[in-house]
């Protein structure tokens, strides 16, 4: 048994002053002064103890078509747990021609074994036909409840009618569609623009994305939505238009869930025109957006419209795989890392406005209870799993790419001046990580929803 004593617990029921026990994976007893003879004690005083982190959207061992990402589940599940990140929802992603069990038993073996945190797996589906639809009964038996689809990239896109069949095709068991908004015509169609005029620098990669692109594809899946009487998941919202239409719909009465992710609060386009090619560093889709939709999402993360914050982790090193599109912006591989650095972000970017109450909700909670994981995860509760961070409110530290575990050559936070960290990580029970360095031991496991 472990107990955690002294600490003040961010439990459903609010701020509670409290010891926490765990054992066998579980969280056993929550009270003050819980009896310690024989238990290993962790101590807590002056932190706060949160259900652990949540990072509903993460992309590791992924190939993109032409490399794979920096980080695999080893690296980026060391990574999550160094920042007090717990459990991650990845994409299984469906090949073109293949199957979702297949996508599914492909990204259990890239896990399986090597992850140090808990991971769950978001099913994106890319080639929609009876046989794929077929599947769901399986898949939603094997744990799968939530899935994704894209309006952009070539390779994995469906069509508008596709996606609402897949809407419909979920509505019987309560499964929820997260789409990645962006019209992919337009954006192609820019693309070919810019470079056949000889544009093919970094700071065309906003410019042919521009917010409109994102407003429209979110109003689409709303409507969408509407039609198959469904609740719809916008991710990784970047713009005030894209908010803008959001709100519509749901002034209309629908159920529209908002993530967006830590580089849209906290930074902005005019890092596609640092010098020489220190933009591509920043090459993701959606792109930065100016200080004005930055200012919009944050004001919007703080009055409870936006629902979870993510990362979006999808690393490529700068000096080997970025520069792949140095002739080329459409060639730069599109993504950036953040799976290790979210939580001390968000603490310190929001610290001053948000309690621990409403960041937990936006880290953890929110997103355990919109992907059937709740509250087995993301609630400090008896019963509960025993995945638990203490966070010291106070620790002040500087986050580098010298420091960091995501195996990448940067971050797009270098010299970020942090305040609270991560002291003490469990995952299921074990010790995962202490003051931002991982143990020696692998407890992830996969959560079946
Ligand atoms: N955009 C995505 O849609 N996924 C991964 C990374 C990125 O930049
Ligand atoms: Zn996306
Ligand atoms: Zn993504």
Redesign the pocket.
């Known amino acids: 048994m472990t107990i955690v004593q002294n600490g003040t617990l961010v439990t459903p029921g609010g701020m509670l002053q409290a010891d926490l026990a765990m054992e066998d994976g579980k969280i056993t007893a929550i009270a003050p002064g819980l009896p310690a003879q024989g238990a290993v004690r962790v101590d807590a005083s002056g932190c706060w103890v949160f259900p652990g982190f949540l990072d509903g959207?993460t992309h590791l061992d992924l190939n993109n078509g032409v490399m794979n990402t920096a980080d695999d589940f080893a690296s980026g599940t060391t990574a999550a747990v160094c920042g007090g990140t717990t459990t991650i929802c990845d994409f299984a992603t469906q090949d073109k021609g293949g199957t979702l069990m297949d996508a599914l038993a492909a990204w259990k073996q890239k896990a399986a074994g090597v992850s140090r945190c808990n991971y769950a797996f978001h099913m994106a589906i890319t080639d929609w036909n009876e046989r794929t639809r077929a599947e769901l009964g399986a898949l939603r038996a094997a744990g799968v409840s939530s899935f994704?689809a894209?309006f952009?990239y070539d390779a994995l896109r469906v069509r508008d009618d596709e996606l609402l069949e897949i809407l419909e095709a979920i509505r019987p068991f309560g499964g929820i569609l997260g789409v990645?908004c962006?019209n992919g015509d337009v954006v192609n169609a820019m693309q070919r623009r810019a470079i056949a005029g000889g544009r093919t620098g970094v700071e065309n990669h906003p410019r042919t994305r521009p917010p409109e692109v994102e407003a429209e594809a979110i109003d689409r899946l709303c409507w969408l939505g509407r039609m198959a009487g469904m609740p719809v998941h916008v991710?990784?919202l970047s713009t005030a238009l894209g908010l803008d239409v959001i709100r519509a719909a749901r002034r209309r009465g629908q159920t529209v869930y908002a993530e967006t992710c830590p580089q849209y609060l906290l930074l902005d386009e005019s890092r596609y025109l640092l010098p020489g090619f220190e933009g591509a560093k920043y090459v993701m889709?959606?792109p930065l957006r100016s200080p004005n939709d930055v200012a919009a999402l944050r004001r919007a993360v703080e009055n409870g419209e936006i629902n979870t914050i993510s990362t979006?982790h999808c690393s490529f090193r700068f000096a080997d795989q970025k520069a792949f599109g140095r002739d080329d912006f459409t060639k730069i591989p599109n993504g950036a890392p953040g799976i290790e650095h979210r939580p001390a972000l968000m603490f310190s970017s929001f610290g001053g406005v948000l309690n621990a109450m409403q960041l937990c909700d936006l880290l953890s909670t929110n997103a355990a209870k919109l992907f059937g994981m709740y509250p087995r995860k993301g609630a400090l509760a008896v019963g509960s799993d025993a995945d638990v961070v203490v966070w010291d409110p106070g620790a002040q530290w500087t986050i580098t790419a010298q420091n960091q575990h995501q195996a990448v050559d940067y971050t797009p936070y270098e010299g970020f001046a942090a305040t609270g960290r991560a002291k003490y990580v469990f995952v299921n029970g074990i010790l995962a990580a202490e003051n931002g360095e991982p143990s020696r031991v692998c407890a992830g496991r996969y959560v079946a929803r």
């Open positions: 959207h994704k894209y952009a990645h962006e991710v990784h889709s959606p979006d």
